[in-house]
């Protein structure tokens, strides 16, 4: 028998849903981040991705605005709790933005204005499974959700969809991000409830 | 490498701090300790099974097998009535924690501290008050405490008493004591510029609460030419902008 919480019901649970573990639905939209929100003109901002070989790619504004763009909804894991289900973003996919650039690092260091970082492996964001958006639900992503543009990684707890992204160095080794030096998990599966270092 | 542990909490004591606010005093076998500012996470687990989590700050500092969670009752809430409401003395809780390696306060440090916290965001500041204290540290701090009127706050015979090197300024939102200086209203630049330190001092900030609180008094600090990577924040909130 694991452990009761004496005269604890819950909510009444909506079977249809199904959260990883430990997660609770929200309908609102809950900020988290480390420090004060960056402000980043759009004519000052430009997203880089580096690469292994020390050779960068750029992209202003406009010409992240030209490339073609998709429309995902994802459902969103916090590793403070809450999950918001079905949420609709646009953005460019990570596989357009990769498709001309040579590597073979296994490894991403993703970096925002601000100063944050946070890291994953390379095949997390190909293959149809993260974007650079710049909208939410039909509008300018606001400053605080991450705007002007944010990285999108939905099947990893949401610290992985950096705010205020600027770019992504490739790396041959692993290099933990901000909240992966501070205690937080490697890699960050909601489903398997990976928060912490160890878990 | 080591996982965080689940460890069972027995509530000790409980204390109001105000009608819909409590604190709850836990003896935790087991506690390996904790800096000030760092959360637990709670889970809660009914009969069949269901569970859910949420985080909440450590309100004390450091000391042996007791740890305090300060916690509001949110109206609607699924944890936060059942914290404030069911739980009694003697039953028992499940923790896991310390956690967060950032939004710290340690008593080494030698700069000058600010805290600007609203609402139920003094939890984590009152522990860095209390560490700094019970280090008896001589670093200068100065707190801002935003709340809607003075019967909402949380350790006021603690915080009435004088503590040496500690500046206290309340800021009501709607309702102000009598003969009250400040009329009620939001936290400006005015009250941060009174209430905290020049830029030039080179403070850590620290600065909790509801987000929307803590994107204006960010953006204040920024605008009085604090240095980004010296605020720290933490956002309780429920919405985000
Ligand atoms: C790092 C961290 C530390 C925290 N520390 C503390 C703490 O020290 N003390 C504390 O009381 N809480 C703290 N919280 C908030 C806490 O985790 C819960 O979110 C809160 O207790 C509400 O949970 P609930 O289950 O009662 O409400 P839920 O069932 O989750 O929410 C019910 C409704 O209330 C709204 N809501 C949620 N939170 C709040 C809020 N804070 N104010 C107003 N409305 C809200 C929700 O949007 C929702 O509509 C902390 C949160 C984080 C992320």
Not at chain 2, 61 to 77: F, I, K, P, S
Not at chain 2, 94 to 118: A, H, K, N, Q, Y
Not at chain 2, 127 to 153: D, K, N, V, W
Request: hydrophobic letters at 35%.
């Amino acid at each position: 028998m694991g452990f009761i919480s004496r005269g604890f019901r819950g909510r009444p649970r909506d079977e249809g849903v199904k959260l990883p573990p430990g997660q609770y639905l929200v309908h609102d939209f809950p900020v988290l981040s480390a420090g004060p929100t960056p402000r980043v003109p759009l004519d000052r901002w430009e997203f880089a991705i580096d690469t292994e070989d020390g050779k960068t790619h750029r992209w202003s504004w406009q010409e992240l605005m030209a490339l073609p763009s998709e429309t995902p909804t994802v459902d969103l894991h916090c590793v403070t709790k809450w999950s918001k289900l079905g949420t609709a973003w646009k953005g460019v996919s990570l596989d357009t933005l990769f498709a001309d650039v040579e590597s073979s690092a296994e490894y991403a260091l993703v970096y925002s204005y601000g100063g944050y970082t946070t890291n994953l492996p390379v095949e997390d964001l190909l293959d149809g499974k993260a974007w650079i958006t710049y909208e939410f639900d039909g509008e300018e992503l606001a400053p605080a959700h991450g705007g002007p543009a944010r990285l999108l990684v939905p099947h990893l707890y949401l610290w992985k969809s950096a705010k205020w992204v600027q770019g992504i160095r490739l790396l041959n080794e692993d290099w933990p991000g901000f909240w992966e030096t501070a205690g937080y998990h490697n890699y960050g599966d909601p489903w398997r409830e990976q928060r912490y270092q160890g878990d | 490498m080591r996982r965080l542990a689940w460890h069972v909490a027995k509530l000790a004591e409980i204390r109001d701090e105000t009608p819909t606010a409590r604190t709850l005093v836990l003896d935790i076998p087991g506690w390996p300790g904790h800096l000030a500012g760092q959360h637990v996470d709670v889970r809660l687990t009914a009969e069949d099974g269901y569970s859910t989590q949420r985080s909440y700050s450590i309100a004390s500092a450091a000391d042996g097998e007791r740890v305090d969670l300060t916690v509001q009752r949110v109206a609607d809430g699924e944890v936060s009535p059942y914290l404030t409401e069911e739980l009694r003395p003697g039953d028992e809780l499940e923790i896991r924690g310390p956690v967060g390696g950032w939004f710290v306060w340690r008593p080494d440090g030698t700069r000058p501290v600010l805290l600007v916290g609203g609402g139920s965001g003094i939890v984590p500041l009152m522990a860095m008050i209390r560490a700094r204290e019970q280090a008896g540290s001589r670093t200068p701090f100065r707190l801002l405490y935003s709340l809607r009127e003075p019967g909402e706050r949380y350790y006021a015979e603690e915080l009435r008493k004088p503590i040496s090197g500690l500046d206290v300024t309340y800021l009501y939102t709607r309702v102000v004591p009598d003969g009250w200086a400040r009329p009620a209203g939001r936290v400006t630049v005015a009250d941060v510029n009174t209430g905290g330190w020049p830029a030039e001092f080179r403070p850590e900030c620290f600065v909790c609460g509801p987000t929307g609180f803590v994107e204006t008094v960010s953006d204040i600090l920024l605008a009085m030419g604090h240095d980004a990577t010296a605020i720290k924040t933490e956002r309780f909130g429920p919405t985000g902008g």
